[in-house]
């Protein structure tokens, strides 16, 4: 008996854990003929030298019962910076752990909108784009660390190696892009 309870505790006392999400929605709509999630924008990498800064911030979508990936890039500097464009058959490939690679689709040919801060005499790009996800290809995703990120850019890439975790200098806010879709994707299923 004694065995019984302390199986059904530790039964019940995981399910209660395993419930609790950390899902933070930038919005969420349900209507007849719509169904919309959004998460908020989650910092996968950090990078700040000298006067340059370069951001790297993902977002899930799911737009009736369609899995996106947000993907957006700041980057900062007093210098001029090159704009950075993303043709529609561009692809996002993030390696895992295990080694296996996923591969997201750009949905749409853009490039990087220029902003300049005359008071602060600072260039600024900012580069958002939405890929989707295959059905098949998000299982391994919600089991297994993120090992590298490869964005393609027109006729080159980028690689980030996510950290395990990280203290944003800018926002002050600890980040663990490494587990970035085993903490969120369920937030969008």
């Known amino acids: 008996m004694k065995k019984w309870i302390t199986a059904l505790f530790?039964?019940?006392?995981?399910?209660?854990?395993?419930?609790?999400?950390?899902?933070?929605?930038?919005?969420e709509q349900v209507t007849d003929t719509l169904s919309a999630k959004k998460t908020t924008e989650y910092m996968m990498d950090e990078k700040i030298f000298g006067a340059n800064t370069t951001l790297l911030q993902f977002s899930l979508l799911n737009h009736d019962d369609v899995l996106y990936l947000g993907f957006q890039l700041f980057e900062k500097n007093n210098i001029f910076i090159p704009s950075k464009c993303i043709m529609e058959d561009s692809k996002i490939f993030i390696q895992l752990k295990n080694g296996k690679i996923v591969t997201l689709k750009s949905t749409q040919d853009v490039c990087s909108q220029y902003f300049f801060e005359p008071e602060q005499q600072v260039n600024t790009n900012i580069l958002t784009n939405y890929y989707v996800f295959n059905k098949q290809n998000f299982e391994d995703l919600k089991t297994q660390p993120i090992s590298m990120i490869r964005v393609q850019f027109g006729s080159e890439h980028e690689d980030y190696v996510p950290k395990k975790s990280f203290v944003s200098e800018i926002t002050k806010e600890s980040y663990y892009p490494e587990n970035y879709f085993m903490v969120h994707l369920d937030c969008v299923m």
């Open 10 to 27: 530790i039964c019940v006392t995981a399910l209660s854990f395993g419930q609790q999400k950390n899902c933070k929605y930038d919005y």
